[in-house]
């Protein structure tokens, strides 16, 4: 029987409670930001689906651009690894909360967390067909008919999990509450807890903590090697299309915004976000104003940062009423330049900060809606 101890990357407890507190606020608002099997209709098609991002015309002047542009993938679709290794089984692992956990069964996976990245991981890892249910979070097609067991967005219910009767729950620290938890320890279900830290720089340690508790460390292997060389292509295809003077270079802040409930939260260094604007060729603007995790933002900041794009995500920015009803909620933000020339950039809840497979297309994704407008977003119907 196979033993494992879980890496612990580099992180900071405080972004990682900051960023459940953040949910734990708004987590009757995110219900239904992802759509689900019942009542879909088709994926419209992205403009980013024909032109690599080296083939476009980009701006060269990307701080001027006036008017909001939204990032979408170019292929929807989760495409796993070609493995024939199987789960081996019984393993041992020490998970990230330094608890051990023997998985004896993979044939029943509950991959949930507050991003959908566990879930994509699982799929990525091509053990998709031993999916049984999905967090609100997990919007990809591949699990769209799968039950949801996050209620109020994500809360979870014993009840609802132990009706999928799975094999072994992947988790992490960003859904409660966690009496739920031990009630499926109780049951006899392996319970894995993985890193909550999401950005470009941990992937690869999610990556492997979820193929060591399924027994499949090769299937990790492969999958890290194909995300770090896709984004490592990417993030030099933007490099190299992009202008080399940093003055250029726009200055870009993330929102975390959902208006129903009033909150709004600036996503600054260590919170992902960072690592993301800095993959796309932005000024991360929140870190460079000595702005640490996920908090409140206010006016002061705003100001002070004077961003030249805000990013934020689409189900965010539906909530605050638009573009004008974001203004009117933090009318600090007309005195930016992002505010003047109304340059947001949403991207789809599910997507943005997801930091799991499809990272290297959501950078692609974004870099062209910051950098070439025109040249991305939905096609009309």
Known sequence: MASRVFPRPYST???RFAFIAVLAATAVLTTGCVATASGSTAEPQCVASSTPFAELAVDGSPRTIKGPSTACLADAALPAIDSDERPQLPVTITDDEGTK??????SRILPIDVSGSLAATVFGLGLGDRVVGRDSSTGFAEASALP???????????????????????TDTTLGPLDVLDQLRDSGIPVVITTSERSLDTID???GQVAS???????????????????????????????????????????????????????????????????????????EIGWEGMRPVTAEALVAAQ??????????????????GLLERLPALASTPAGVHRRFVDMADSEILSFGPRAPQVVEALARAVWAPEQSGYLDD
Do not use: C, K, W
């Open 101 to 106: 956990v023997t998985v004896t069964d993979a």
């Open 13 to 15: 407890r405080a972004t």
């Open 213 to 287: 508790a399924l027994g499949v460390p090769e299937r990790g292997e492969l999958l890290s090697a194909q995300v770090d060389a896709d984004l490592a292509r990417v993030v030099a295809e933007i490099d190299a299309a992009i202008p080399t003077d940093p003055a250029v270079r726009p200055r870009i802040a993330f929102l975390y915004v959902r208006g129903s409930a009033n909150v709004y939260y600036l996503f600054g260094a260590e919170s992902g976000a960072d690592s993301l604007i800095e993959s796309i060729g932005g000024v991360d603007i929140a870190s």
């Open 307 to 324: 961003p030249d794009v805000v990013l934020l995500m689409s189900g965010g920015l539906e909530s605050a009423g638009g573009i004008d």
């Open 148 to 170: 949801v067991v996050t209620q109020g967005g994500h809360n979870l219910t014993a009840e609802a999990i132990l009706a999928l009767d799975p094999t072994v729950v992947i």
């Open 205 to 207: 340690d999610l990556i």
